[in-house]
T-cell receptor
């Protein structure tokens, strides 16, 4: 099994629909992140959490919300999806050491029509 | 915040050497990473530099100059499987990782 599992891997939805992307990890890490990736823009941080009671906005949090249900689970929600949220979304985890190496999930490709 | 610049694309021949440069501006620098990402896949960790100098790991090496806000990733003895995007990323004292847009390297036979 993968260390970081994302579901769904692919999703097509319509404008205005609510979407949840789920992430679970077996690495025992406290830190979890959600990034989106768009061609030419690289990876941009949406939200991050350094423990179960800690939630922080990243650089592009508008239109998104998150929930840290447990140390191993971190979900991303789009309350009312819009077409410019079409992107590849990655969940990642890291340990508490200063090196902070990220381990990424396989990605969730979301298309909003 | 961070401002991270790297070239968009590079092309090289199998067996050759390619150097990918990365410049950054950040407050509270706490380390620089290189990740490799094949098309349609997740990024994977390649290297980490926090002190000035060269870190060598097999065919890949990464260099950092903190005073110049500069790093490079050196890929030697290029193989076809090295065709991928290479992402430069910087972490600051808040432990968030910010990424450059990535450099797509194409290796030709």
């Amino acid at each position: 099994d993968a260390d970081v599992t994302q579901t769904p891997r692919n999703r097509i939805t319509k404008t205005g629909k609510r979407i949840m992307l789920e992430c679970s990890q077996t690495k025992g890490h406290d830190r979890m992140y959600w990034y989106r990736q768009d061609p030419g823009l690289g990876l941009r941080l949406i939200y991050y959490s350094f423990d179960v009671k800690d939630i922080n906005k990243g650089e592009i949090s508008d239109g998104y919300s998150v929930s840290r249900q447990a140390q191993a689970k971190f979900s991303l929600s789009l309350e009312s999806a819009i077409p410019n949220q079409t992107a590849l979304y990655f969940c990642a985890t890291s340990g508490d050491s200063g090196a902070n190496v990220l381990t990424f999930g396989a990605g969730s490709r979301l298309t909003v029509l | 915040g961070q401002n991270i610049d790297q070239p968009t694309e590079m092309t090289a021949t199998e067996g050759a050497i390619v150097q990918i440069n990365c410049t950054y501006q950040t407050s509270g620098f706490n380390g620089l990473f290189w990740y490799q990402q094949h098309a349609g896949e997740a990024p994977t960790f390649l290297s980490y530099n926090v002190l000035d100098g060269l870190e060598e790991k097999g065919r890949f090496s990464s260099f950092l100059s903190r005073s110049k806000g500069y790093s490079y990733l050196l890929l030697k003895e290029l193989q076809m499987k090295d065709s991928a995007s290479y992402l430069c990323a910087v972490t600051s004292n808040d432990y968030k990782l910010s990424f450059g847009a990535g450099t797509t390297v194409t290796v030709r036979a």
